[in-house]
């Protein structure tokens, strides 16, 4: 089940990315007295009582033509399209204005549910200046204070209320939902297509070209699988500047849904930064990933073109040390035959489980080649291990003391469970618990 998405809009330096970092409970989005300040849309998860959902913070919508005013709005637009539910904040000391007034026409023509935010009544004597925001036609306003924190609690109410009802999707447990996720253009819905052996998904070399995330299943040498191809961000008709920020709200969606992550780098541009971007999204959420090189065709080979560009990745995506990379060519099909088999391999890892004798024989191994440090004169003691869960495969190690449990020991320790037992394209967790 997917997790249901808010967008927070209004108008800029009313406290929007305060009420962000005050709903996820940290400092992400910056947080400055300047209009503007906050120009791309953050993304983070949130929790209220026993729901969790995302949260996207957006550049205030301005209105003129300067170039930045007009990006801004299309940010916040796309932040629109894609929430479930929009808390539309407005500032109790400036009353309505022209400003408000234009962002509640955009937010009519969504068919959206909006929650009206009256942000800054720091004290109950400022409640009385909440009246007038009744005239905008979102019903009831609720009066907010980002800086102390009050009465988010009712807002937040307010906007779960209003969660579209989560359906469970029907698809066989031993079916393997992969995504794919990277930049615009850069050849996800040829790849498709080319895994599919039909014209499933639209093709174009414009950036943007997917409307929507398409969910399309197939079989392969007696395997069921289920592709998730995320969308493009090009809506009524408008390609959106800087199209590549504008990916990552859907790859999220994706992203969630996924047994796999497939993270696709053009060949023939290079990495780039929103590539790690993008890509660190699916290894937050633990998921099974897979670096998908595609392009292969486009570059020019010698001998060691193919170790210089792995070399590359590895280097740049540090993170992702346990994911293979896959070469290929959508548009050729040359070495499309080598993706499949790396995607069951990384499925089958991802919910991988080992016996708990076994697991604590590697570790016992581990503890006499690697004898663990000491730290202010305490040694770390390692009891007993054992695999709580699977996707992603995790593990309680029992010692005597957890702050002992330096993460240079951890990562030692994680080599060698993987030395032990593969677990190739999925990431592993490890965390350390005082035996009782």
Same mark, same amino acid.
């Given at each position: 089940?997917?997790?249901? =998405?808010? !967008?927070?809009?209004?108008?800029?330096?009313? +406290? %929007?990315?305060?009420?962000?970092?005050?709903?996820?409970?940290?400092?992400?989005?910056? =947080?400055?007295?300047?209009?503007?300040?906050?120009?791309?849309?953050?993304?983070?998860?949130?929790?209220?009582?026993?729901?969790?959902?995302?949260?996207?913070?957006?550049?205030?919508?301005?209105?003129?033509?300067?170039?930045?005013?007009?990006?801004? &709005?299309?940010?916040?637009?796309?932040?629109?399209?894609?929430?479930?539910?929009?808390?539309?904040? $407005?500032?109790?000391?400036?009353?309505?204005? /022209?400003?408000?007034?234009?962002?509640?026409?955009?937010?009519?023509?969504?068919?959206?549910?909006?929650?009206?935010? $009256?942000?800054?009544?720091?004290?109950?004597?400022?409640?009385?200046?909440?009246?007038?925001?009744?005239?905008? /036609?979102? /019903?009831?306003?609720?009066?907010?204070? +980002?800086?102390?924190?009050?009465?988010?609690?009712?807002?937040?109410?307010?906007?779960?209320?209003?969660?579209?009802?989560?359906?469970?999707?029907?698809?066989?447990?031993?079916?393997? *939902?992969?995504?794919?996720?990277?930049?615009?253009?850069?050849?996800?819905?040829?790849?498709?297509?080319?895994?599919?052996?039909?014209?499933?998904?639209? $093709?174009?070399?414009?950036?943007?070209?997917?409307?929507?995330?398409?969910?399309?299943?197939?079989?392969?040498?007696? *395997?069921?699988?289920?592709?998730?191809?995320?969308? /493009?961000? *090009?809506? &009524?008709?408008?390609?959106?500047?800087?199209?590549?920020?504008?990916?990552?709200? &859907?790859?999220?969606?994706?992203?969630?849904?996924?047994? $796999?992550?497939?993270?696709?780098?053009?060949?023939?541009?290079?990495?780039?930064?929103?590539?790690?971007?993008?890509?660190?999204?699916?290894?937050?959420?633990?998921?099974?990933?897979?670096?998908?090189?595609?392009?292969?065709?486009?570059?020019?080979?010698?001998?060691?073109?193919?170790?210089?560009?792995?070399?590359?990745?590895?280097?740049?995506?540090?993170?992702?040390?346990?994911?293979?990379?896959?070469?290929?060519?959508?548009?050729?099909?040359?070495?499309?035959?080598?993706?499949?088999?790396?995607?069951?391999?990384?499925?089958?890892?991802?919910? %991988?489980?080992?016996?708990?004798?076994?697991?604590?024989?590697?570790?016992?191994?581990?503890?006499?080649?690697?004898?663990?440090?000491?730290?202010?004169?305490? %040694?770390?003691?390692?009891?007993?291990?054992?695999?709580?869960?699977?996707?992603?495969?995790?593990? =309680?190690?029992?010692?005597?003391?957890?702050?002992?449990?330096?993460?240079?020991?951890?990562?030692?320790?994680?080599?060698?469970?993987?030395?032990?037992?593969?677990?190739?394209?999925?990431?592993?967790?490890?965390? !350390?618990?005082? &035996?009782?």
């Amino acid at each position: 089940m997917r997790k249901s =998405v808010v !967008a927070i809009v209004g108008r800029p330096n009313i +406290g %929007k990315s305060t009420i962000f970092n005050r709903l996820v409970g940290e400092r992400i989005s910056i =947080v400055e007295d300047t209009p503007g300040v906050t120009r791309d849309r953050i993304y983070a998860e949130a929790e209220w009582l026993t729901t969790t959902f995302n949260v996207i913070d957006t550049g205030g919508i301005e209105l003129g033509d300067e170039p930045l005013l007009v990006q801004m &709005r299309a940010q916040a637009q796309v932040a629109i399209d894609e929430a479930d539910v929009i808390i539309f904040m $407005v500032n109790s000391r400036d009353g309505i204005t /022209g400003a408000d007034e234009e962002v509640a026409k955009i937010l009519f023509k969504s068919n959206k549910p909006v929650v009206l935010a $009256v942000n800054k009544v720091d004290n109950p004597e400022m409640r009385e200046n909440i009246y007038e925001f009744y005239s905008l /036609g979102f /019903g009831e306003p609720f009066p907010i204070s +980002g800086t102390h924190g009050l009465g988010l609690g009712d807002m937040l109410d307010e906007v779960v209320n209003h969660f579209p009802e989560q359906v469970q999707e029907e698809i066989e447990d031993d079916t393997i *939902r992969f995504s794919l996720i990277g930049r615009p253009n850069v050849g996800k819905s040829s790849l498709v297509n080319s895994l599919l052996g039909q014209e499933r998904v639209i $093709v174009s070399d414009i950036a943007g070209t997917t409307r929507d995330a398409i969910d399309t299943p197939f079989s392969k040498d007696d *395997r069921d699988f289920v592709i998730i191809d995320t969308a /493009g961000m *090009r809506k &009524r008709g408008k390609v959106y500047e800087s199209t590549e920020k504008y990916s990552i709200i &859907r790859a999220l969606k994706a992203i969630e849904r996924s047994d $796999v992550v497939l993270t696709l780098i053009d060949a023939d541009t290079g990495i780039q930064e929103q590539d790690k971007k993008i890509a660190g999204y699916a290894h937050e959420a633990g998921k099974a990933v897979i670096i998908v090189v595609n392009k292969w065709d486009t570059v020019d080979k010698g001998e060691k073109t193919m170790k210089e560009f792995e070399d590359k990745v590895r280097s740049d995506f540090r993170f992702l040390d346990y994911a293979p990379i896959v070469f290929l060519s959508a548009k050729t099909k040359k070495r499309i035959h080598t993706l499949l088999p790396k995607v069951l391999e990384a499925s089958e890892n991802h919910a %991988k489980r080992v016996q708990t004798n076994i697991l604590n024989e590697v570790i016992m191994d581990a503890l006499a080649m690697n004898p663990s440090p000491s730290i202010k004169g305490q %040694k770390l003691k390692i009891f007993y291990a054992t695999q709580v869960s699977v996707k992603p495969p995790s593990f =309680v190690v029992f010692v005597n003391e957890p702050e002992l449990m330096h993460f240079t020991y951890e990562r030692f320790l994680e080599n060698r469970i993987r030395e032990a037992f593969g677990f190739e394209g999925t990431p592993i967790k490890i965390f !350390a618990r005082k &035996r009782s």
